[in-house]
């Protein structure tokens, strides 16, 4: 590990410590998949070592999957307006039992940003996890933007870049971000701003409030970079904890968050 990871590392160790919340804590302590698994074969494209099992269906379809990682990555650089020179490595396991019991990590995508690693699953083209940008994005604000100080943030700029949270039957691609927010709001569950920046509150959601949070996080961020550009909100993310949001928004936006938080549900009223 080099100077610059040990130095991240360190800070967001403390940052866990402080801020207790340990979800990125968990992403860097991660097992040492290539030494312990060593069931893959390898598939280098410009931007990627995409790991996949051996005659599985990820390694029948691996072009789908190059593309689609490929695509992925581009999408989320020219989002962030970021440059990203080093090369991700991307575990594609077979289904998610498998990454479950192998990464040591639930869940259908996990991301090791100080590893410059992430996890999925694929099955086929209709069933696969987190084979898009979602992972990539945490990986490349990590390098580019700076250390994660709020899960909202994090997590709703992954969400953001995506451009939608969970599929269903109507928008089988993926719900709109925007859209899936404002059905949210429509059933009146949209969360108060203080709860949305409540690193603890993100460390114990259920099922049922995992998709809430990350749905309305998306909506948040993706409006507010609509509204007033990725450079700002590159700066409020390195500055937005939990104690300091409210005067980093303040002073980056140059007005209340709380004022900010009922324009975008005025916006998410309008759009059912």
């Known amino acids: ?152 943030l994090d997590e709703g700029i992954a969400v953001a870049v995506t451009g939608h949270y969970m599929r269903s039957n109507e928008y089988p691609d993926g719900i709109p971000v925007h859209i899936a927010a404002a059905q949210l709001n429509s059933m009146q569950k949209i969360k108060p701003v203080s709860a949305v920046f409540d690193n603890r509150a993100w460390g114990s959601v259920h099922d049922q409030d995992h998709v809430l949070y990350y749905n309305q996080s998306g909506s948040f961020v993706a409006y507010l970079v609509e509204s007033y550009g990725i450079q700002k909100f590159n700066q409020f993310y390195t500055r937005a904890s939990a104690n300091e949001y409210r005067s980093s928004f303040q002073q980056i936006y140059g007005m209340s968050i709380d004022d900010f938080y009922q324009q975008w549900i005025q916006f998410l009223s309008l759009l059912l």
């Open 1 to 152: 590990m080099g100077k610059r990871s040990q130095w991240r590392l360190g800070t967001i160790i403390l940052g866990c410590l402080t801020a207790l919340s340990c979800k990125e804590v968990g992403r860097i302590f991660a097992p040492d998949i290539i030494s312990t698994d060593q069931n893959w074969v390898i598939r280098e494209t410009e931007h990627l070592s995409i790991h996949v099992r051996p005659d599985s269906a990820a390694a029948r379809d691996i072009e789908w999957i190059v593309s689609r990682l490929e695509e992925s990555f581009h999408k989320a650089v020219n989002y962030l307006q970021v440059q990203y020179n080093n090369k991700i490595t991307f575990f594609v396991y077979s289904s998610v039992q498998d990454k479950e019991k192998n990464s040591g990590f639930n869940g259908y995508g996990m991301a090791w940003p100080s590893l410059e690693s992430a996890a999925g699953f694929y099955e086929s083209p209709q069933n696969y996890g987190a084979i898009g940008p979602h992972e990539l994005v945490h990986l490349i604000v990590y390098w580019t933007v700076g250390i994660m100080t709020s899960l909202a």
